[in-house]
Each structure stands twice: as C-alpha cells, then as structure tokens.
C-alpha cells in the first residue's frame, strides 16, 4: 500500500524559489495550514523520489485560490482515492 504525505510550502516568487513550510502525513491538516495565498500542498509518496530532471507536480494546488466548495470537493475525491488504493 502507498503512503502519501502533504507538503506544504511556500512560493517565493523571485527565480521560482518556494521554501517548506511542514510536512503533514493527514490531507485535512496539510488544508488547514497552507493558510495565504501564495502557500500550496503537493501531495508525495512517501519512500519515492522525484529524479533530477524538471517535472509538473500532479496533485499540488494553491487552496486559497479555489473557492471553499472546491477545496470540500477535492477532500471528498481524495478520501475517495485512498479508500479505494488500500
């Protein structure tokens, strides 16, 4: 079975830098922090790394750019998700 963790960071802007801002093993914990605009969740699997070369980071978002319904939305698909991969 796959464990996935949720980082939260930080986009810095200058150069595309972001910082970590904590790294949460629940979905609902990593939401409640990434609390401004310019902090975003990307979702990891845990044990897994990313390679040296650039990619998109499926699963990451900015929550505070979506609207409150969206974000209960993505809870609801994401629960869906690990039920299902169990």
């Not at 939305?73 to 690990?82: A, D, I, N, T, Y």
């Amino acid at each position: 079975m796959k464990k996935f963790v949720y980082v939260v960071g930080i986009y810095k802007g200058d150069d595309c830098q972001w910082e970590v801002y904590g790294i949460f093993d629940n979905y609902t914990t990593a939401l409640e922090k990434a609390t401004k605009h310019n902090y975003f969740i990307g979702e990891v699997c845990l044990n897994s790394a990313f390679g040296d070369d650039p990619f998109y980071w499926e699963n990451s978002f900015y929550p505070q750019e979506k609207s409150k319904e969206d974000i209960k939305l993505l809870v609801s698909r994401f629960e869906g998700f690990m039920k299902s991969d169990e």
